[in-house]
């Protein structure tokens, strides 16, 4: 029986943000919660000399988990997604030796994703999104049916939850443990980006979206595989799942994914102004407009910082959406009119109604 997930008192809470620490928990059999708070450096720098449009913001300070059970959700969808997908034809078992009896058992949970999930998108499936956050909060339960305690009690569908926990000691005798690795190494790695940027990045980010920095800490389930764009975030409540083994992930990247998911919890006023300018001019509301936008200026506002604060050395730090080649077919259009009325607003010449009131009629 696993104890109960440890939970960090607020005495403690509040040190570890005066001491900008991380906080990594694990290694205990019973409770192998993976947790890093990374408050940001508070050092003052350029960003918060700028005028503030909104109330001070708090550093943000993300919430970081290696959950086994999200982990084994997100790497069964990974591979029924392959399998229907000829030209990955991803082998199910690649790099593990399985009996004959773990096989069985694994291809009836690959074969329950692929028919029931698989074609789902897991940002805004409501079935799939529940899954997700019971998952998460199952953290490491060794099971999720409640037979160890209220706490793994987990409000599933019971013939899911007998397909995951059927599969689990699969997963867990051949991948979790590597899973686990790459997750606490993708967090050790962006951690000190997030203490050194953070701070500035929140700031300069509710400013330009004008919303608040959302409160409390913001949770970040790191898995090893996530969906097929390698990151996604569910609203109320804020989630971010992030896969660690995805190379678009790394580095500085890491940084500007972690800002950009957290974006979206900031994005509602752009989405709310773009639809009014819309109804406005009886417009139909451009697809993913809303996220082209939050691509783009999350991405600008992190190549700001980091090369204002010399932290790309004598190269220029490249946002995601522009490297990964995002502004393609419709978003050339959605770029070709942010660079020539968002960006304005963003260097400070433009209104923020002015600037997407001109994208939308311009569109
Ligand atoms: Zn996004």
């Known amino acids: ?173 051949h991948w979790w443990s590597e899973h686990d690795r790459a997750n ?35 949770r970040v389930d790191v898995t090893a595989y996530a969906d097929w764009a390698g990151a996604y975030t569910t609203l109320d409540p804020l989630r971010v799942t992030i896969a660690s083994l995805d190379p678009r992930n790394q580095g500085q990247a890491a940084l500007e994914l972690l800002f950009h998911e957290a974006s979206h919890g900031l994005a509602e006023p752009i989405q709310t102004a773009i639809v009014r300018e819309c109804r406005i001019r009886g417009k139909p509301i451009p697809r993913d407009l809303w996220h082209a936008v939050v691509f783009y200026t999350t991405g600008e506002v992190v190549k700001d910082v980091l090369n204002e604060g010399g932290e790309t050395g004598s190269g220029a730090y490249t946002p995601y959406a522009m490297r990964e080649g995002l502004y393609t077919h419709r978003w050339s259009n959605y770029l070709r009119v942010i660079q020539k009325y968002w960006q304005p607003y963003l260097d400070g010449s433009a209104d923020f109604g002015d600037a997407i009131a001109r994208m939308v009629s311009s569109l």
Not at 91 to 117: C, I, M, S, T
């Open 1 to 173: 029986m696993n104890s109960p997930r440890p939970r960090l008192q607020p005495a403690l809470f509040a040190m570890l943000l005066l001491y900008s620490s991380i906080l990594v928990r694990g290694g205990a059999a019973t409770a192998q919660a993976h947790e890093a708070f990374l408050p940001a450096a508070a050092a003052a720098r350029s960003w918060a000399d700028k005028p503030a449009m909104q109330e001070p913001v708090s550093p943000p300070v993300f919430e970081f988990h290696s959950g086994f059970w999200t982990n084994l959700h997100h790497f069964l969808y990974k591979l029924a997604r392959d399998r229907k997908d000829s030209s990955k034809a991803t082998d199910p078992f690649a790099g593990a030796k399985l009996a004959v009896v773990e096989q069985r058992e694994w291809n009836v949970a690959v074969d329950y994703y692929a028919v029931n999930y698989a074609d789902l998108d897991p940002a805004i499936n409501v079935d799939l999104i529940n899954l997700k956050n019971e998952l998460g909060d199952a953290e490491n339960c060794a099971e999720i049916s409640g037979r160890s305690g209220p706490r793994c009690a987990m409000a599933l569908p019971k013939e899911v939850a007998q397909i995951l926990e059927s599969a689990a000691p699969v997963y867990r005798a």
């Open 184 to 218: 606490r190494q993708w967090t050790e790695q962006v951690a000190p980006l997030v203490r050194q940027w953070g701070k500035d990045l929140a700031e300069e980010l509710a400013r330009v979206y004008q919303a608040k920095w959302p409160a409390g800490k913001v």
